[in-house]
Each structure stands twice: as C-alpha cells, then as structure tokens.
C-alpha cells in the first residue's frame, strides 16, 4: 500500500518576475494608464509514504525542504487567507481497485484544494442533496468557458467584444457615458484590464446598476453562448445539475471565500440553460 500527498508550498524564493508593463490606454477622463507586475509565488511538491497521511506528522514534514535544495534561497512556506499549506489527497492501491480519500493537516479551508468539476457528461452529486452540482471558475479546470473571463468574443450592437467580461463591464456606462463604454471595449484583450478600467470610474456608472446589473448579466452572456455553438453544448449537457462559479474572491456573483455567496453568475447561467432549452436551439 502506498500513500500519496500533494504539497502546495507558497515560497518567495526564486519568484519569476516580469517586468511592469502598461496595458491600458490613455482613458477619456485623463486618469493615467494602468501598469501591472506578475510574479510566481506557487510550486507544487509530491511527497510519498509507506504510512497514510494521517499519521503524518506536518511539523517534521519542513525537513524534506532543506534550505539551498531548491535554488540560491530555501523554501518559505508562508499561511494564507486562502490557501492552506498543505494540499492531501490519499490514494490507496488495492488489489482491482484504486480508492481516493482524504487526509488532513490543516484545518484551514483551501480553494485550490477542491478536486476539478466533472465533466458534463457526469455531475458530481452534492452531498447537500441529491441534485447535482458543477463547479466552475479556475482557468486549467472544467467549465472555465462558463466564466466570463474565458476566451470568447462575443458581437453585439454590431460590435465585437473581445470577451464577455467586456461586454458585461460596458453595460456600466452604455447609454450613460458611452464614450466610457467603447473604452471599456478596446481597452484591452483581457477581461481583468476591462474589470480594472471599469472600477476606475465610479462617478460615471449608470445610477440604477445595483438594480439592473443581475438584468445586465443574462445579456452579456446569452450572446456569447449562442455565438460559440461548443459553449452551448457545454452548458446543456449539465442536465439540472446547480452551477457555482466556486470563486473565493467575490460572494455576489459566486460562492465567496466561506462557500455561502449569492453565486449570481451560476444562476445566471442556469436561467440561460432554461432559455436556450425553451427556444429549441
């Protein structure tokens, strides 16, 4: 028998930086551009034993990172908000049979932690209830077209988007301040830059947003998902299963760091199923 656990270890040694680069155009207010710096703070270690991860003992766990074997710096493990330490799966061999289950060193809640959402074909079963629920939002796992951050223009008015996201963030402004809104649209092909822009101007989004902006998702996506044929199948292959984008940054349009948010976006996407089914398409 054979245990396996998986080790995020977030450490400042050796960070790949990259350096400071302007993406964001002059914008129509003369508020300056935007510049972003990137930097990589996350490695992944594999460690195996003959004992299961529950005997474990995390304190001497830091002995297998010696300092200077991973680079000039050694490794600093450092706590998060988010993230744990340490990320446990335990596989255990059987004769006909592999079975996964968990382990844990630490108490603290990790987002990463999760396993991927299944693919449509297989919803994972809730174990709140027996209806299904799918899980969406990281970039490398399932379901990233759901978000608005995938890689998906979108025409509307007889205008290309270069993502949902643009489109959603330009409603802020269209039909108020529409100079605004075609800056929001060509600002940038990434859909955090038309995220970021668009908080830069507080004072100039349209009055009655907090009341229509749950209105304003439906539009943004409905488009997308008709326009790119492989989405639409995506999304009605789900059947009935729940859809939570599983972010832990915002509880409004997903779940938050805690797992209670409103998760708008989810029930967003599953009015658009609904739709989509009622119009026979």
Known sequence: MSSRKRMTVFTSQT?????AVTTTPASPTGNPPVRYRVEERTRTIYVTSDV?????NSRNLGTLFPAGSHGAEPV???RSKVQTQYIITEETQSPGQLRSAPAVLDRQRSRSSNPPSPLPSSPSRSPRGPRPR????????PHYGFTNFSPHNVKYNGKVYPTSEHLFQSFKFQGYRDDLAEHIRLCSPFPSVAFSEARRFPDHVRPDWRQVNIRMMDEAIYPKFIQHKDLMAELLATGDAELVEDSDK???WGIGADGKGSNELGKALERLR????????
């Open 15 to 19: 960070p790949l930086q990259l350096p």
């Open 52 to 56: 299961p991860p529950a005997q474990w």
């Open 76 to 78: 600093r493990r450092t």
């Open 134 to 141: 799918i899980l969406f939002y990281h970039k490398h796992d």
């Open 250 to 252: 915002d509880s409004f």
């Open 274 to 281: 609904t739709r989509i089914r009622k119009e026979g398409r």
